[in-house]
């Protein structure tokens, strides 16, 4: 063999193990950079799926807070209906109560009364006395002396006053009215109303806060 074709020889053998060792590190570094590429995409993929539990997690307390906050709000909603309806049953029983007054023989001190106590807050001299048409003939008949008492009543104060008092012709409806009276002055610029049913009405928004103490504690 020549040296020319030797030569030739080692040069190709050369280049072959050039080439040779070119692929294997080329193999390496794909290979390499594969592994890379997937070690990166499981990882990414777990945080992905991580944080798509996280966020399911966080809508689903989000959710059940929603859930609870409503079923507070239901219950607290529901527990004022049945307070309410409690109050309101009481407050027809009184009422139911107070129409039974206007049958007992103290009626009539106490509508003499509330015309008293009606001229002393009106405080003026010119007064027209409304009621039920069952009770004219009561008011009527306490109307002098509740006058009288009233002037008294006055003189004692201080103030002299002579009232003019008389009782409308126009009666209040019995269905909306248990009994007492109404006084107007100054064509019915002025109204005081003084029936048992606007007393009930006062003293139950008077009470009010006393009878939820003692019907309802703290935790109900």
């Known amino acids: 063999m020549t040296d020319t074709n030797r030569q030739i020889k080692q040069m190709v053998n050369f280049i072959m193990q050039e080439a040779h060792e070119k692929v294997n590190e080329i193999r390496i570094k794909t290979e390499h950079d594969f592994n890379l590429e997937k070690q990166m995409l499981v990882h990414n993929g777990k945080i992905k799926i991580q944080e798509e539990y996280a966020q399911k997690e966080k809508d689903l307390e989000i959710q059940q807070r929603v859930q609870r906050s409503s079923a507070i709000g239901a219950a607290r909603v529901k527990k004022m209906k049945a ?18 007054i206007a049958q007992t023989p103290q009626y009539t001190n106490l509508l003499k009364q509330l015309i008293i106590q009606g001229l002393i807050k009106i405080e003026e001299p010119i007064v027209q006395l409304s009621c039920r048409a069952e009770d004219k003939a009561l008011v009527r008949g306490v109307l002098a002396d509740a006058v009288k008492e009233y002037k008294t009543l006055m003189t004692a104060a201080g103030h002299k006053v002579n009232p003019q008092v008389t009782v409308s012709d126009t009666a209040i409806p019995s269905k909306s009215c248990s009994g007492g009276v109404i006084l107007t002055a100054c064509d019915n610029r002025i109204v005081l109303n003084q029936t048992l049913d606007e007393r009930l009405e006062i003293a139950y928004h008077d009470v009010m806060p006393s009878v939820r103490k003692g019907l309802f504690s703290e935790s109900t």
């Open 83 to 100: 307070r309410h309806e409690l109050l309101d049953q009481l407050k027809r029983e009184c009422a139911v109560k107070l129409s039974l």
